[in-house]
């Protein structure tokens, strides 16, 4: 059972897609680039928090607020 169809999805927003990996391919920055702010700050409005922090992947989004609270390997958690 198809609970979500990814392909038109995709096609429903392809030509966006492009045109932002356009500009990211252009402007040459990867990581902390000025597409990265416009999400972290539109993200930061949507969900009515102050600050958001982009991450690559879900371990990495997991991982940086147990750093941030002090919380290292070997500790209980």
């Known amino acids: 059972m198809q609970f979500i169809d990814l392909g038109a999805q995709r096609e429903r927003i392809r030509d ?6 356009d500009k990211v391919v252009e402007d040459g920055r990867y990581i902390l680039g000025p597409q990265v702010t416009e ?5 930061a409005a949507y969900v009515g928090v102050k600050h958001v922090v982009a991450c690559a992947n879900g371990t990495d989004a997991l991982l940086l607020p147990l750093f941030a ?3 290292g390997p070997g500790d209980a958690v």
Do not use: C, D, T, Y
Not at 16 to 21: E, H, N, Y
Not at 39 to 43: A, G, M, P
């Open 39 to 43: 999400f972290e700050n539109k993200l």
């Open 69 to 71: 609270a002090g919380i």
């Open 16 to 21: 966006r897609l492009k045109a932002a990996i």
